[in-house]
């Protein structure tokens, strides 16, 4: 059968946690795009609605109990280096309790709350594409 984003593009989700004008990033340590920052999140398991995927996701990665979420973008991957291809789901989130943690140090090795103008590098993919979107969003201008 085969490995979803290797063998035959996956299904993913997001979720960008935003509080106070700041977006949520986490530092990914594993591929695809590992040393890249990236907003919460995973694949949408089968039977299960993206945004439940995205919001169970970001409450494992986080350790924030999300409140409600709404839909942002979607964001396909292409990504060559790791010979990955996801098509992603991404929601919006800035309804929720707690402080951000390191739940899974295995996979994500550091957090910080950044400005949408003063991002650190690299950004995966699909995070730069919800931040494009939350531009739009919160600002009304282009990346």
């Excluded at 990914?28 to 919460?40: D, K, L, S, Y």
């Excluded at 690299?122 to 282009?142: N, Q, Y």
């Amino acid at each position: 059968m085969g490995l979803p984003g290797i063998d035959f593009p996956g299904f993913g989700c997001g979720l960008a946690i935003v509080r106070d004008g700041k977006i949520l990033l986490y530092k990914r340590v594993n591929a695809p795009e590992a040393g890249h920052w990236n907003i919460v999140g995973g694949k949408v398991d089968h039977m299960e609605r993206s945004e439940a995927a995205a919001r169970r996701e970001a409450e494992e990665e986080s350790g924030l109990k999300i409140r409600s979420s709404e839909f942002l973008c979607l964001s396909e991957q292409v990504i060559e280096a790791d010979r990955q291809h996801w098509i992603s789901m991404i929601y919006v989130s800035r309804d929720f309790a707690g402080e951000p943690e390191l739940t899974e140090p295995h996979k994500l090795s550091a957090l910080g709350w950044f400005d949408l103008s003063a991002l650190p590098q690299p950004l995966s993919r699909f995070t730069a594409d919800a931040v494009v979107a939350l531009r739009k969003l919160e600002h009304g201008v282009p990346a």
